[in-house]
C-alpha cells in the first residue's frame, strides 16, 4: 500500500510553506492539483520536477478509482489544492474517504490555510468557532443565516470581493448591525488588510472601498443570555437600589 499526502500549500507568499511539504512533493510518484498551472508555478520555485495531474471538483469522482489503484500499488501520491488544505473549502474530502474506505494509510501535513490568520488577529474570541465556509448562493442561504442567530462561538465564513457587502448586510439583517465583526482580505500576501468594527461599519466601508482578493469574515457570537436565575437576582438588586 501506498501513502496519500494531503499538502497545505501557500495562500499568499510562497515561503509559507513546510519543509516537510517540500519533500514530500519531490519525494511523491505523483502530484495531483487542483489547478496544474498554479501548482506548476510553485513547483518550479522550488525546482521540484515532478508528474502534474488534475485533480478537481469537476473530475474528482471520475478519476479517484484510479488514484486508489495507484495507492493500493504502493505508489506515494501528494494532493494540493490551488491554496491552503485540501478538503477545506476545496476539492479533497471525496479523495480521502475513498482512500480510507480501502483501506489505504491517509497523512494530513500541517500548514497554512487562510481562516486561522484571520481568526486570531480578528481581536475577537478564538479560544471556541464555528468554521462555515462558503455560505450557500441562493438556495438554503437564508435557512442557513437564520440557524447562525443565536451562535455563541465566533463565526469564520469565506466569501467573493463581489459578494462581501451583500453578505454583510445579511449577516446584520440577522444578528444586528452593531454585531463585532472583522473583514480579512489577501492573507499573506503584498496588500494583506483586516478590517474591524461592526457589521454596520464594514457595510460602509467596503461600499466606500470596494474590495479586492480573497476574503475571510469572522463574526463574534451572541453574548450568552443571563440564566433565570441571575436575571431574578438582576431584578432584586435594582429594586433595592431604587429604594
Not at 495531483?32 to 485533480?55: C, F, P, W
Not at 440557524?147 to 463581489?162: G, H, K, N, W
Amino acid at each position: 500500500m501506498g501513502i496519500l499526502y494531503i499538502v497545505p500549500t501557500p495562500v499568499g507568499n510562497l515561503e509559507d510553506i513546510t519543509l516537510r511539504a517540500l519533500r514530500v512533493l519531490r519525494e511523491s510518484d505523483l502530484v495531483l492539483a487542483e489547478d496544474t498551472r498554479t501548482t506548476g508555478l510553485l513547483l518550479k520555485h522550488y525546482d521540484i520536477h515532478n508528474q502534474l495531474v488534475s485533480h478537481h471538483k469537476f473530475n474528482e469522482h471520475g478519476t479517484s478509482a484510479g488514484i486508489v489503484e495507484r495507492l493500493r500499488s504502493g505508489q506515494t501520491i501528494a494532493l494540493v489544492s490551488d491554496a491552503g488544505t485540501p478538503g477545506i473549502s476545496d476539492p479533497g474530502f471525496f479523495l480521502v474517504r475513498e482512500a480510507v474506505n480501502a483501506g489505504i494509510e491517509v497523512q494530513c501535513l500541517p500548514g497554512a490555510t487562510a481562516f486561522v490568520p484571520a481568526l486570531v488577529s480578528s481581536g475577537l474570541p478564538d479560544d471556541r468557532f464555528c468554521f462555515e465556509g462558503f455560505l450557500p448562493q441562493k438556495k438554503g442561504r437564508q435557512t442557513r443565516l437564520a440557524s447562525l442567530a443565536d451562535e455563541q462561538r465566533t463565526m469564520v465564513f469565506y466569501e467573493s470581493p463581489y459578494r462581501l457587502v451583500k453578505t454583510l448586510e445579511q449577516l446584520g439583517e440577522v444578528m444586528g448591525t452593531d454585531r463585532r465583526a472583522c473583514v480579512a482580505r489577501e492573507i499573506s500576501k503584498i496588500h494583506e488588510e483586516c478590517v474591524r468594527g461592526t457589521l454596520a461599519e464594514l457595510v460602509v466601508h467596503f461600499t466606500a472601498t470596494p474590495p479586492r482578493g480573497e476574503i475571510v469574515i469572522v463574526v463574534a457570537g451572541q453574548e450568552e443570555k443571563p440564566r433565570k436565575e441571575e436575571k431574578s437576582q438582576n431584578r432584586r438588586r435594582n429594586q433595592l437600589n431604587e429604594e
